[in-house]
């Protein structure tokens, strides 16, 4: 919820917009407090009820995200959220922000976007975050990011049939035909590669596997007793890494503290591997536990036997599936021929751990159209590319 929100006569509200072949008018109202909340995050629930793919998110963890309170990302940002009602019936939402560590002021964000197969609704959510963020300045808009392009990020635009993995997104076909009426085209493509755990590796990626890492590098996994150094470790990769990528962001000292609160109940030592060069570390390779798999079914809430199911699903029955969701490494190591081997015997680290405690599919995602290195990787690995997300951008007319 955003702190100008209701001040904002972009986001001051209800605002009516006429919708064609409809009686009734799509109202657009800012969500202002924890009620409005709760109806927003709940909407993709009622509007996918009929999608057996679509996990419900849990209502406590999303509280959290879209909260100030709950996620250092609103220390750096400005953020509002609306909802799109038809008497008296939700039909959508969306929400802006304005991130300050984005490196090009002329981007503000548009996210969170759900709304029924009507493009009129989806319309009047998008004039609305369009009106917000030309009056903070933003001269283009890109999305979806939910709320960042270190969350969730992009819309589904292929792979509709299976269940989106841990902090992936899943959206019904129609919303992209929306978008593209609107005038948005597309700013990057993003793949999804799904791995077998059984898969043997090719040839040549065997080969190199088995001739082994120079003396001068050592494979490690996380150490749990120092999960704030090895989290702010990983995070210092990342940030050094991928810096001179598109839509790259920089990831916060308070993110760093708030990630490696989130993560621990998820983080399994032999799922988390670093590679260090004499003695330094300098790439790692991240794999989490597939959350998705164990709340489907869930509803979103954890009372009154939630906890108790996933807690079951989680640590007696196991979860299935996995999502390396990080990998990083040093930039200065990225042309060397060290830096071609690495990424490939931390990503075999991560397919064998997994496979030893019964997982059986591991998705690498997000990986950007153009990355070639890491598409390559997943191909080397085994990898079939089965799921594309689109973040989408237009110019805002002043």
């Known amino acids: 919820m955003s702190a100008t929100a209701e001040a904002d006569p972009a986001a001051h509200g209800p605002r009516q917009h006429a919708t064609a072949g409809t009686a009734s008018p799509v109202s657009i109202k800012p969500v202002s407090h924890r009620r409005d909340l709760d109806r927003f995050i709940r909407l993709p629930q009622t509007l996918l009820a009929a999608d057996p793919c679509f996990v419900a998110p849990l209502l406590t963890e999303r509280r959290a995200a879209l909260s100030a309170g709950g996620n250092p990302f609103f220390g750096h940002a400005e953020v509002a959220f609306w909802l799109a009602t038809r008497d008296g019936r939700d039909v959508g939402r969306i929400s802006a922000q304005r991130d300050r560590l984005v490196a090009d002021r002329e981007v503000g964000h548009f996210g969170l976007l759900a709304a029924e197969d009507d493009p009129n609704v989806t319309a009047s959510l998008l004039r609305t975050a369009e009106a917000w963020l030309r009056q903070r300045g933003a001269t283009r808009v890109q999305g979806p990011f939910s709320l960042s392009i270190n969350e969730e990020t992009g819309l589904l635009v292929d792979g509709f049939d299976t269940p989106p993995m841990l902090m992936m997104p899943h959206d019904p076909p129609y919303l992209d035909r929306h978008l593209g009426a609107l005038g948005y085209t597309k700013a990057r493509d993003l793949y999804a590669y799904v791995v077998p755990t059984t898969t043997v590796l090719p040839p040549t990626a065997a080969a190199m596997v088995a001739r082994g890492l120079p003396s001068r590098v050592r494979l490690r996994t996380l150490r749990r007793d120092d999960l704030q150094g090895d989290v702010e470790r990983l995070v210092a990769i990342y940030n ?37 060069v004499d003695g330094e570390p300098a790439a790692f390779g991240l794999c989490l536990p597939n959350l998705n798999e164990a709340i489907a079914g869930l509803s979103g809430r954890l009372l009154p036997l939630g906890w108790a199911r996933l807690l079951w699903r989680l640590k007696v029955a196991g979860v299935k599936t996995s999502r390396v969701p990080l990998m990083g490494m040093l930039r200065r190591f990225s042309t060397s021929l060290l830096g071609q081997i690495l990424p490939l015997h931390l990503m075999e680290a991560l397919r064998r751990e997994a496979a030893a405690i019964g997982i059986e599919t591991v998705e690498m995602s997000w990986i950007l159209e153009d990355n070639l290195p890491m598409r390559h990787l997943a191909e080397a690995v085994g990898g079939r590319r089965y799921k594309t997300y689109r973040v989408y951008e237009k110019a805002l007319p002043q």
């Open 240 to 276: 050094d890494g991928w810096s001179d990528h598109w839509g790259f962001v920089p990831i916060t000292r308070e993110e760093v503290a708030h990630m490696a609160r989130a993560m621990k109940p998820l983080l399994r030592e032999r799922l988390v591997w670093f590679a260090e």
